[in-house]
T-cell receptor, first 112, second 117 residues
Framework: DAKTTQPTSMDCAEGRAANLPCNHS???????VYWYRQIHSQGPQYIIH???NNETNEMASLIITEDRKSSTLILPHATLRDTAVYYC?????????????FGKGTSLLVTP | DTEVTQTPKHLVMGMTNKKSLKCEQH?????MYWYKQKAKKPPELMFV???????INESVPSRFSPECPNSSLLNLHLHALQPEDSALYLC????????????????FGPGTRLTVL
C-alpha cells in the first residue's frame, strides 16, 4: 500500500470548515483513499473513501486531485465533537480480510 | 446492529497470569481483526481472520494467541505478557465482498485497555 503524509496537527474554529490534506504521491491506479478518525479513547471510525472522483456523504467531502497524488478531507462545519485524530489511508480494495496501515494522522483540535 | 463489542473494557494482569479478551459482532461480517495501539501512536495490525481462518499474522509474539470460534466471536488469549504489552487492544470487523468499489469499511470496537504489571 502507498504511504501517506499528513500534517501532525491542525486547529479549526467551531462552525468553520476544516480542510485536512494528505499526500500520497506513490498511489497506484487501483488504490483507494480512505479516511478514518479516532476520537479520544474510542475505536477508529470510517469517514469516507474514494478512487478518483470527489465524494460526499453526511459526514464529510473528499477531494482528490486529478493526478491522485493528494487529497483533502473537508468537514464543512466543524463542531467540538470533531476533535480527533484523522487518518488518511491508501489501499487496494480486497475481497478478503485486509490490513489498515494507519500512519501518524493529523490531530485536529476544534476550538470554540 | 452496527456495533462491535469488546470485553472487558479494562484489564490489569500480572506477567504470570492468563487472561482473554473477547470481541463480538452481529453484522454478518466474515473478516475480523485485532489491532494494538500504544499511547499516542496509531493502531497496528496484529491478526486478520477471514471466514474464521487466520489469514494474516503480523509476526506477533506467541504470548498472544488469537481464536475465532465462530463467525461472530473473536478472542485474544494472553499469557506471560510483559509490561511493554500494555496498550489499547482494538477489535474490528468487515464484510468480505467482491465489489471492488464497495465501501470495505472496518467497524471498530471501543477497545480493551490492558495494563501488565
Amino acid at each position: 500500500d502507498a504511504k501517506t503524509t499528513q500534517p501532525t496537527s491542525m486547529d479549526c474554529a467551531e462552525g468553520r470548515a476544516a480542510n485536512l490534506p494528505c499526500n500520497h504521491s506513490t498511489i497506484s491506479g487501483n488504490e483507494y483513499v480512505y479516511w478514518y478518525r479516532q476520537i479520544h479513547s474510542q475505536g477508529p471510525q470510517y469517514i469516507i473513501h474514494g478512487l478518483k472522483n470527489n465524494e460526499t456523504n453526511e459526514m464529510a467531502s473528499l477531494i482528490i486531485t486529478e493526478d491522485r497524488k493528494s487529497s483533502t478531507l473537508i468537514l464543512p462545519h466543524a463542531t467540538l465533537r470533531d476533535t480527533a485524530v484523522y487518518y488518511c489511508i491508501v489501499r487496494v480494495n480486497s475481497n478478503s480480510g485486509y490490513a489498515l496501515n494507519f500512519g501518524k494522522g493529523t490531530s485536529l483540535l476544534v476550538t470554540p | 446492529d452496527t456495533e462491535v463489542t469488546q470485553t472487558p473494557k479494562h484489564l490489569v494482569m500480572g506477567m504470570t497470569n492468563k487472561k482473554s479478551l473477547k470481541c463480538e459482532q452481529h453484522m454478518g461480517h466474515r473478516a475480523m481483526y485485532w489491532y494494538k495501539q500504544k499511547a499516542k501512536k496509531p493502531p497496528e495490525l496484529m491478526f486478520v481472520y477471514s471466514y474464521e481462518k487466520l489469514s494474516i499474522n503480523e509476526s506477533v509474539p506467541s504470548r498472544f494467541s488469537p481464536e475465532c470460534p465462530n463467525s461472530s466471536l473473536l478472542n485474544l488469549h494472553l499469557h506471560a505478557l510483559q509490561p511493554e504489552d500494555s496498550a489499547l487492544y482494538l477489535c474490528a470487523s468487515s464484510q468480505i465482498t467482491n465489489l471492488a468499489g464497495g465501501r470495505h469499511e472496518q467497524f471498530f470496537g471501543p477497545g480493551t485497555r490492558l495494563t501488565v504489571l
